[in-house]
C-alpha cells in the first residue's frame, strides 16, 4: 500500500519524530517499499491460529510486596539534561 | 600472540600453567586494540586503564590460589550492555555520553568470574541493522576485507575475535545479529533460547525476540561463556528458571545415530558456492555417522516479513523513553514540550532507527494493527509450528547462516528491504525463541561463510555438541582473515 | 423535552502496597521529589518489570467482592503516549484480558428499592507521575514519585441515572477497597479519584447521546457538582439547536464549571499491544481460594448480620457499617453490654464528638473499654442516659473512666426510695393546682412532675422510679 504524506506526518507525530518537507519523498519511498513487503503476510493461510505474543510458554513470575529501593536520585540525575530541587526540568507543559 | 589467535580454552590452559599471566595477556589485547582499530573501528570505548587494573588483581588472585578457570582473560562487551561507570552508547548519538549507573546481569556475571572488559564493541545503532552501518561511530570493517561488512548488528565484537583482539565478545541477537556477523567474520556465534540469559541491563531493541549471545572462536568457547551467563535473574520476568545443564560435559557426546534435518526451501535460491559449502559440512556429519533428512519449513518466506512487522512494532515503543528528559541527548532551545520530544528525537535517532520507529508506529495504529501486528503473531505461531514439527522428526535442524557471505560496504544502504532479505536464515530462531549457532563451514570467493545450528527450546547443549564435534572434525574456524592457517 | 441523563465512572484506586507495581521502590505518600524513583520508575535503558504479587492479591480481592469473574489469565498492555510524567512513553495497563470482568454493586435508592450497577472490569495499571507549574520559572517540574504506584482502575457500566446514583456508586467502591484494605481511598491526596463519562438523550430513546468525559474528580461532592453542571451544559447545547462533541472536560471547582481539554490531546491513538517484557498472570482455583479465605466481611453482609444479631434499625446499620472501623468499635462495645444501647451511643454521642474533632475513629479519644464502662453504669441505673452523656463529655476531655467520674462529681443516681419519696411528696404538696389537672384526666401533667422531681434531686432520681411513684401517689 503506497504511503501518501499525511500518512507519514501522522506517524512522525505519533513517534514524536520531525520530518522535514526534504525527507518526506524518501520516507515515503523506503517506508512504502517496506510496507510493500510486509504485505506479504496478507496471503498467510492463518486460519484460527492464536497470535503467539511471546516465545516463552510461562506465567508471570510474582515478587513480593517488599521495598528494595534506596533513593539514589542523585547518581541517577547525573544524567539528566536539565533538573532543580530534585524535579525533572521541561519546557512549560499547558494542561 | 601478534598473528595467531588463541581461543578462551587455550588463555585459561596457559593461565593456569603459569606460562603466561593476565597483565600480558591483557596489555597483548590492548596492543592488538591499538594496532588495528583505528582500521577496523570495531570498539566504541577502550577501558585501558580499568582493565589493566583488574588484570593486575586477578593476577594476584590467582597467586593466592583462588582464581577461577577464566580468571583474568580479556574479552569486549557489545556496547548494548550497561556497564556502570563506563558509557554505553548503544552506537547512538542518543546515548553518546550516558553513563549506566548499573551493570548487566551479562557484565555482572563476567565481572564475577573473573573475565576483564577491555572496552565496549561497535554495533548497529541500538542493534538495528545487518552491516553496522548504521552505527552513528561509523562502520566496522571486516577483517577480512576492510572493503566489506562484518555484519550486523554485533558486528563490532565479531570483527574484534576474528581480528584477534579479544578471544571472545558478548552479542545481542534479535534475527540474527550475533550469528550473521560470525558468519561473515569466520567465526563462531552462539545465540541461546529466548528466557535462557537474562535481558537485565540489555537495552532493548525488541523485547520478545532479545537475547544475548557469545561471539568466540570456537563452540567450545560458546560453552564456557554460556555456562556463566545462562540461568535465572529475578530482574527478569521472562528469564526461565529452568536448571542450566552442564555445557561442557554435553561436548563430547557422539553425534552418531542422530538425525540432522535440512529444510529444502533453504536452497530456493541459495548461491551455488554457498550451497556447496553447506552439502560439504552435511558430509561431515554424515561421515560421523548422523543422518542427513529433509525437513520443510513451508512459510519461510514469510518469517523476514513477520520479523519486520514485530521487531519495530516492539521498538517503537522501547525507544519512546528516549525522550531528553531523565537521561541521553536533549536538543537545546526547544520552546515547548512538543519541540523539545521531536527535535532530540529527531537529532538523537538515526535514519534506520528512525524507519524502525516509523514502521512500527504504523503497524501498530488504529486501523492496521490487525492486518499487520496481529497478522504478524499469527504467522509467527505458524512458524513456530513449522520448526516445532521438524523437531519431532530431527534432532537439529542445520543451513547456511546467510544467503551470501560479507557484502561490500554501501552496498545495500539504499534498499532497507534487500537489507533486511540478509536475514532470512537467522529469524525464524528468533521468532520461535529457539537456540542457534554458526560456525565457519567454508570460504566462497575468499570469504567465510557460516553453518547455522538451531535446536529446540531450551537444546543449547544439543547444539553446542553438533558444532563442537563439528569442529573437531574441521579445520574453517581455525583460518585467520585472510584465509592462512 | 424530557432528559434520560446516562452516567458511568472509571474509578482509580491506588492499591496500598508497600512497594511499586512493577519495582521494589517505595509508594509512600509525601517524599522529597524523585527519591522514589528508581530505575524501573524512571524507565532507564534495559531495566525491566516484575509483577508485585500482593496487586495481584488486592485485585482479585475486589473482583471477589463485586461478585465478578477473576480472570485465570489476563495480560498487560503497552499504553503508548507521549507526557513528560509519562517516563518510558508508554504506561503499563491491561486491555484485552484484564484481571476483573463482569462485576456489579447493588445500590439502595433513595425510595428504598434496590438498583444494579455492572461492573465491566477492573484493570491493573501504573499510575503517572506528577508535572509541577507553580513557582518553576515558566518551566515545568517532573516529581516521578508517584509514577509505578498500582492502580485499579475501576470501569462501570453506563447504568447510573443521575449524579446522585453516581456518587452513591463512587462511596459504595469507596466503602469496599476501604473494608477489603486493598486502598486508603485518600481522596486528598488522590488515591482514589475518577472519571465521569456523561451523556443525554431524549426519554424514551433507545441510542446514548454523545459522550463527554470529566476527567481528575478528587470529591463525592465535585462528582456531583461536576455530573450536574456537564448535564445542564449538555441539555442546553441541544436545545439550542447544537450537538454534543465527544471530548475530554476538565471540572474546575472554584468556578463550578467544566470545560474543554480540546487542542491539548490528541485523536487517541494509543497503539495498545501485549508488553513482551510480561507474560500472562496466570490466577490458579488454589489461588483464588486462598483469597477467598482471606476475605474480610463485606458491609453488606455485616449489615444483614447486624439486623439478624443485634436487631438493629435499618438507618443505625448504615452508620455503623458505613466503615470496618465504626462496625469493628461497635461490635467491640456490643460485646460488653446492650447492642441496642451501644448502638445509640456509638452512632450518637460518639459519632457526633468525633465529627466535631474531625477524628477517625480509629483516634477516638473514648475507646470501646471505656465507653462499656459508662454504658454498663445505665444499665444498672447507677447514672440516667441524660447524666451519663455529661460524664461521656468529661471523658472525652480529660480521658478519666466513666466510675472515677461518677463518684469524683457525686453523680450517682438516687434509688433509695425514702429519698425519692420525700421529693415526690414535696412536689405534690407544693403544686396542688397542678395536681387537680391531673385528677381531671390531663395526662400530660405528669411530665411537670417528673421535671420537678428530677430537678429537686438535681437529675440523679432514677426517671423510671420517679414515674411510677408519681402515678401511684397521684392516682391514690
Known sequence: ?95 | MAEQRHTLAEMARLLESGAISSRELTEASLARIEARDSELNAFITVTAETALAAADRADQQRAKGNAGPLTGIPIAQKDIFCTAGVATTCASRMLENFVSPYDATVVERLNAAGLISVGKTNMDEFAMGSSNETSYFGAVKNPWDPARSPGGSSGGSAAAVAAGLVPMATGTDTGGSVRQPAALCGITGFKPSYGRVSRYGMIAFASSLDQAGVLALTAEDAALITQLIAGFDERDSTCSDQPVPDYMAALASSVAGKKIGVPTEYFDGLDDNCAQAMHAAFDVYRQLGAEIIDVHLPNLPLAVPTYYVVSPAEASSNLSRFDGIRFGYRADGAEDIESLYKQTRSVGFGDEVKRRIMTGTYVLSAGYYDAYYLKAQKVRQLISNDMARCFEQVDIIAGPTTPTPAFRLGEKVDDPVQMYLNDIYTVSANLAGLPGISVPCGLVDGLPVGLQLIGPHFAEAAVLNFAHQYQLHSDWHKLLPGGTN | MQWEVVIGLEVHAQLATHSKIFSGASTAYGAEPNTQADLVTLGYPGVLPVLNQEVVVMAAKFGLAVGATVAPRSVFARKNYFYPDLPKGYQISQYELPIVEHGHIDLTLEDGSVKRIGITRAHLEEDAGKSLHENMGGKTGIDLNRAGTPLLEIVSEPDMRSAKEAVNYMRRIHQIVRYLGISDGNMQEGSFRCDANVSVRPVGQQELGTRTEIKNLNSFRFVEKAINFEIERQIEVIEDGGKVVQETRLYDSDRDETRSMRGKEEANDYRYFPDPDLLPVEISAEFLESVKAAMPELPQAKAARFAAQYGLKSVDIEVLTAAQGTADYFEAVAAGCDAKLAANWVTGELGAALNRDGLDIAESRIGPAALIGLLKRIEDNTVSGKIAKDVFATMWDEGSDADAIINAKGLKQITDTGAIEAAVDRVIAENPEQVQQFREGKDKVLGFFVGQVMKATQGKANPGQVNQMLRDKLNS
Do not use: C
Request: aromatic fraction near 6%; glycine fraction near 6%.
Open chain 1, 1 to 95: 500500500m503506497a504511503l501518501t504524506r499525511k500518512d507519514i506526518e501522522y506517524i512522525a507525530h505519533l513517534a514524536r519524530l520531525e520530518v522535514h518537507e526534504d525527507e518526506i519523498p524518501a520516507y515515503t519511498d523506503k517506508l512504502g517499499k517496506i510496507i510493500g513487503f510486509i504485505d506479504a503476510l496478507d496471503a498467510a493461510e492463518t486460519g484460527d491460529l492464536l497470535p503467539m505474543a511471546h516465545p516463552l510458554n510461562m506465567s508471570q513470575r510474582l515478587r513480593p510486596d517488599v521495598v528494595t529501593a534506596a533513593d539514589q536520585r542523585d547518581v541517577y540525575q547525573q544524567n539528566a539534561a536539565e533538573k532543580e530541587g530534585g524535579l525533572y526540568i521541561v519546557p512549560r507543559v499547558v494542561e
